[in-house]
C-alpha cells in the first residue's frame, strides 16, 4: 500500500508543480493548489510513517484531520467558478471549523503519545469516529452541493465543470464505500465479510486522490493550452506605442471572425465582465491587459477577446476606456457643479490612464473639447456620459450628444 501512497504524494507534487512553474494563473487555481497541497501533506505524511514505522500500529488507527478540508475545498472551487464565492466572503472559512477542530484534537492526541512513549489515549477511539463519521455526511453532503452549484458555472468552462463532477463523484463513491465497511463491522460475524476495513479503506481513498490529481492536472494542462494558443487575435494587441501613449486612440473596428462561442455565451461573458467594471473598477488599474482581465476573471483570453470583438464591437483599448472616460466626465461634472478646479491629471490618472497626452487625445475625440476647456465651459452639458463615450468611440458626430443651453 505504501507504494500507492507515494504515487499519490508524487502525482500530487507533480501537478502543483504545473501551477508553480506557469505563471498564467486564475484565483480558482489558488484553489486547486491548497487542494493539492493537501493530497501531498496526506499522502507524503502516509508514506513516511509506513516507511520509517512499518510494524507500528499506530499510523493504521490514527485519522488525519485533513481528510474533513477536501470536500470544502471543492465547495470553494466551486462556487468560484460559479460567481458566488465572493457573496460569501469570511462565511467560506466557517466551512473548515469542522476540520479546525480535528486538527486541535489530533496534535492534541499526537503530543500526548509523544510524551508517553507511543502510548495511545483511550480519546483516540473517539476521535477516530468523530472524523470517520463526519467524513461521511461531508463529503456527500458537499459533493451533492458542488453538483448542484455547478449548473451555474458557464457552460464554456466545460473542462472546469467537468473536474467538479468528477471530484463530486468521487466524495460520493468513498463516502458509499466507507458507509459499506462500517455496516460490514456491525454485521454478525457470520453475516460479515472477512477483511480488513482499516487497509481497504485507506487503499480506496488513497486511489481516489490519485484519480483527482490527475484530473486536476488534466484541467491545469487544457488550460495552458488555450492561454498559450498562437491563433491569430484581432485587437488584442495594440500596436507600437508613442513615447507617452500606451494605448492606439484611433481603434480600427474588429473584423468579421468565425464564432467560437454562441451568442448566448458571449452574453454570459459580456455580462459578467461588465459587471466586473461596475462593481471592481478594474479599468482604473492602469496596468490592465486583456491578458490581466482574462485572468483576473477566469475566462479564457480567447473568448473575452472574441465577446468584445463581435458581441460587443470593440477593441480590448476601446472597451476599457470607455469606462475611464465615463469616470473622469462625472468626476468633472461634480467639481463643476461644486465650482471647484480639480488637477483633472489627477483624476485621469485616478480613472486609470497613466499618460497625459493619451488621455487628452481621448478625451478630445470624446468631448470634441480640451479637459480644462470642458471646465471652464459651464454651458456645455452633457445629456449622457454614456452616450457621449459610445458615440465618439463609435466615431459618430460629438454634437449629436452635447448641446448648449
Known sequence: ??????????????????????????????????FLILVFVHLGAGFMLHTLFPHAEIHKQYYTFITLMYAPVLWMYTTHLSGRYQQARWRNYLHFLPAMAAAIAYFTIAGYIIAHDGKT??????????????????????????????????????????????????????????????????????????????????IFTYISLLSICLAIGRVRILFLMDTGTTLPLLQDTPPAPAAEEEEPVADAPPLPRKSVLSAGQQAAIAAQVKQWMHEKAAYKDPELTLDKLAATMEISRHHLSETLNQYLGQSFYQFINEYRIREVVKLL????????????????????????????????????????AYMKNKNTVVVTVENVVKNALAGGDNNSVIFHK
Open 1 to 34: 500500500m505504501k507504494y500507492i501512497i507515494l504515487l499519490g504524494a508524487f502525482q500530487a507534487l507533480v501537478v502543483f508543480s504545473i501551477f508553480v512553474i506557469h505563471q498564467k494563473k486564475r484565483s480558482s487555481d489558488n484553489i486547486l493548489s491548497w
Open 121 to 202: 489515549p483511550p480519546a483516540i477511539i473517539y476521535y477516530n469516529q468523530a472524523v470517520g463519521y463526519t467524513a461521511m455526511i461531508s463529503f456527500p453532503l458537499y459533493a451533492i452541493l458542488s453538483l448542484r452549484e455547478a449548473r451555474r458555472i458557464p457552460a464554456f468552462w466545460r473542462s472546469e465543470i467537468q473536474l467538479v463532477r468528477w471530484m463530486a463523484i468521487v466524495f460520493l463513491g468513498t463516502a458509499f464505500f466507507s458507509v459499506v465497511l462500517t455496516v460490514n463491522n456491525y454485521l454478525p460475524p457470520a453475516s460479515r465479510f472477512i477483511m480488513d476495513s482499516h487497509l481497504w479503506g485507506r
Open 333 to 372: 461634472d461634480k467639481y463643476r457643479a461644486d465650482k471647484e478646479t480639480p488637477n483633472i491629471l489627477s483624476l485621469a490618472f485616478e480613472a486609470g490612464f497613466h499618460s497625459k497626452s493619451s488621455f487628452n487625445q481621448y478625451f478630445k475625440k470624446v468631448t470634441g473639447t480640451t479637459p480644462s
